[in-house]
Antibody, heavy 120, light 110 residues
């Protein structure tokens, strides 16, 4: 069974940094685009970033561009999201998602999410 | 990167059919068939229900169907059941090589 397990969330002050990880298993991680999607408390889903299979092509939402960096380690089947200059509006559950169709945003599998809270 | 437009809420009685619309632009829904629909129950991760406009993943009931006309996609749920009560989100690939979601629709089964 495909598994995506996020970690690294927590409470951070505005302007601080966090690094999220997502451990993937039971599928060919290196063959799939991967994304991060977030959901603020009581709000809808918001796309954050995506990364191609080889880790070279990356795209970001305007709301996080220049502050967040997506990366992957195919040897360790792990996806990352480095978050800097965090703002209160970045408070959300962050989901690691597997893209089943070539970076198109077809999310066949989701992690359980990790909560990031930005507050002083 | 404006969000796709969905109605905030829809409702129906058990056994009835409902349709949720999702309106975008020529830069997303209107130009790509990468439209997906997700179901989310409270406190749970979303679940893929329809992809590429009108395809269902294995295990999803054929009561769920998708369609698209111009810049608007739709999700129809027939034979409503109590367990269908959830939030539903549409999404689309965009010409900016990003993904955009709708604001979500709360489905209430009366």
């Amino acid at each position: 069974e495909v598994q995506l397990v996020e970690s690294g969330g927590g409470l951070v002050q505005p302007g601080g940094s966090l690094r999220l990880s997502c451990a993937a298993s039971e599928f060919s991680f290196s063959y799939d685009w991967m994304h991060w999607v977030r959901q603020a408390p009581g709000k809808g889903l918001e796309w954050v970033a995506r990364i191609k299979t080889d880790g070279i092509e990356k795209n970001y939402a305007d709301s996080v561009k220049g502050r967040f960096t997506i990366s992957r380690d195919n040897a360790k089947n792990t996806l990352f999201l480095e978050m800097n200059s965090l703002r209160p509006e970045d408070t959300a559950v962050y989901f690691c998602v597997r893209d089943a169709v070539l970076g198109s945003g077809t999310y066949s599998h989701w992690g359980q999410g990790t909560l990031v809270t930005v507050s002083s | 990167q404006s969000a796709l437009t969905q109605p905030a809420s829809v409702s129906g009685s058990p056994g009835q059919s409902i349709t949720i619309s999702c309106t975008g632009t020529r830069s997303d829904i209107g130009n790509y068939n990468y439209v997906s629909w997700y179901q989310q129950h409270p406190g749970k991760a979303p679940r893929l229900m329809v992809f590429q406009v009108n395809y269902r993943p294995s295990g999803v009931s054929d009561r769920f169907s998708g369609s698209k006309s111009g810049n608007t996609a739709s999700l129809t749920i027939s034979g409503l059941q109590s367990d269908d009560e959830a939030d539903y989100y549409c999404s689309s690939y965009t010409g900016s090589r990003t993904v955009v979601f709708g604001g979500g629709t709360k489905l209430t089964v009366l």
